[in-house]
């Protein structure tokens, strides 16, 4: 066995086969993880590795799985300071292990403090290359995609970082399963143009173009949440865009009433149960202009409006914007793919998605996404 004095520390910055994944501000002293599935990958030729972590939080503590060759073989919540983690020990030296360290957690908008951070790295061995995949898939949405209930027993309805997962998400299983690295911008509630409560200020297109601009409290602008995201360094293949669920179900939900100004915001249902049809043309006018966004900061990707796994609702809808904006556009690089929906044998907690729901979905969505990249 190894001693202690046998591990040497490397700061992020000096190690030179490092491999980021998800949204960063580029600055690796420390990396801060902010979105559901960012992380690092390491090819570690060593028999003990440990990393140096540091997370805060006011109410919701990150998560992280530890992913070795493939399997994840750690889970766990990480509490406030700043500490090591080992990652492994024990095993053989002279075998190459690839080290996935993966956030399990969102970027939480609703706590002001909640940061992990990396800072360093420490092992009696040498880190070899970590080859790029050969496709990259960027998937965009909410609750489903930041992989919410995907973890936990069915009856768990308690709103917390445990029940978050990026790897039992099929966002993670269609990346795998196409060979992609991939990067996810994803918050539990929010919508194309208002949240599941009506709140218009919660909506992902008003902040996609920064690193992780929903993110609030000066902890996180100082950290570069708010800065403009360098699309330039890394241009997907593919964009997925999982949103409408909870702007459908702002329609059933109370008026929200912005605090600051007094004013009320309401999706709102007709006499006979159905969709008013103003409040529907202001969401489709919302995804058209995200369409254009998208485009814009993503010119060669194919675009998928992926939709389903919580009922079919806005699918009407989302396919009038969808036609809208390639008649205008000429645009023809963009597809609706329908997920399946959940059941009472694949929800998992807090009336979401589980496991086998995120497995049927990325079954159908990487079918979609093969015939696109052919």
Known sequence: MRTEEQLQVHALTDIDHLKIHGRTTGRLSPLTLFWTGSGMELNAKASELWIEVEAHYYSYE???????????VSRQMITEGRRWICVFRGMNGDAVKNVRIVKDVQAM???PRCSLQIHAVKFDGELLPVEDRPNKIEFIG????????STGANQEA???????????NYT?????ALNADYRVVSQSGWGVLTSWDNNPNNNIPAYYEQVCGLLTGDDNEGLGAHESHDFAAWQPDVVVVNLGTNDGGAFYSAEWRDPSTGEIHKQRLNEDGSFNGEDLA??????EQFLVKLRRNNPK????WAYGMLGTPMLPAISRAVEAYANQSGDRMLSICELPNTTDETVGARSHPGLLAHRQAALVLTKHIERLLI
Do not use: C
């Not at 909410?142 to 209930?149: A, L």
């Not at 202001?282 to 995804?287: D, K, R, T, V, Y």
């Open 301 to 304: 990707a194919h675009i998928v």
């Open 142 to 149: 909410d609750s489903i995609t930041s992989g919410e209930g």
């Open 158 to 168: 308690d709103w917390i970082p445990m029940w978050f997962s990026a790897l039992d």
């Open 62 to 72: 990150p998560w992280i799985s530890i992913v070795i060759n493939g399997a994840v």
């Open 172 to 176: 993670a299983i269609t990346a795998d």
């Open 109 to 111: 908008s609703e706590d």
């Open 282 to 287: 202001a969401f489709e006018l919302a995804a």
